[in-house]
């Protein structure tokens, strides 16, 4: 494993994202737009299925913040990745960075089960299934937010 990490950190991309003085501060902070944009998304949305903004019709509020939420998870996760590779040796080597990455399994599959269960709820009150899923979606997700900081300090 640790070869494999080693090739990473030298990748023609990597040498170049480590090389220049701008390209990682813009991944950087294309990093933290994501994240910003992907929690945003979910604590909205997630209000929305407890009974927040009853004005606002859920289906299609819902269905709009999933996919700005997805566009966003996609985000964060590319220049996740190339953030990753400058260090992916000492990185993940880090407990911390295995607690974030199991936080952000965790995220996803309360994600996608929320997604399933929700599916065809259209403007229903939500079941105590999906209320529950929507109450925990935000507590995971600031978890790999604070997880991801704790990885630059430990």
Same mark, same amino acid.
């Given at each position: 494993?640790?070869?494999?990490?080693?090739?990473?950190?030298?990748?023609?991309?990597? $040498?170049?994202?480590?090389?220049? @003085?701008?390209?990682?501060?813009?991944?950087?902070?294309?990093?933290?737009?994501?994240? %910003?944009?992907?929690?945003?998304? !979910?604590?909205?949305?997630?209000?929305?299925? !407890?009974?927040?903004?009853?004005?606002?019709?859920?289906?299609? @509020?819902?269905?709009?913040?999933?996919?700005? *939420?997805?566009?966003? @998870?996609?985000?964060?996760?590319?220049? %996740?990745?190339?953030?990753?590779?400058?260090?992916?040796?000492?990185?993940?080597?880090?407990?911390? @960075?295995?607690?974030?990455?199991?936080?952000?399994?965790?995220?996803?599959?309360?994600?996608?089960?929320?997604?399933?269960?929700? $599916?065809? *709820?259209?403007?229903?009150?939500?079941?105590?299934?999906?209320?529950?899923?929507?109450?925990?979606?935000?507590?995971?997700?600031?978890?790999?937010? #604070?997880?991801? $900081?704790?990885?630059? #300090?430990?």
């Amino acid at each position: 494993m640790a070869e494999i990490l080693a090739g990473i950190e030298q990748l023609a991309l990597v $040498r170049a994202l480590k090389a220049s @003085f701008v390209a990682y501060p813009i991944v950087n902070a294309l990093h933290i737009i994501s994240i %910003g944009v992907l929690l945003t998304s !979910v604590i909205f949305m997630d209000l929305r299925i !407890v009974g927040a903004f009853r004005s606002v019709p859920q289906a299609p @509020f819902v269905a709009l913040l999933r996919r700005t *939420a997805l566009v966003a @998870f996609a985000g964060a996760v590319i220049t %996740g990745l190339l953030l990753f590779s400058v260090r992916a040796s000492e990185y993940a080597a880090k407990p911390v @960075f295995l607690v974030k990455m199991t936080l952000i399994f965790a995220a996803g599959a309360n994600f996608f089960a929320f997604a399933l269960i929700s $599916r065809n *709820a259209g403007d229903k009150p939500a079941s105590t299934a999906v209320t529950v899923l929507a109450i925990l979606s935000p507590f995971l997700w600031l978890c790999v937010l #604070f997880a991801g $900081r704790f990885i630059g #300090f430990l």
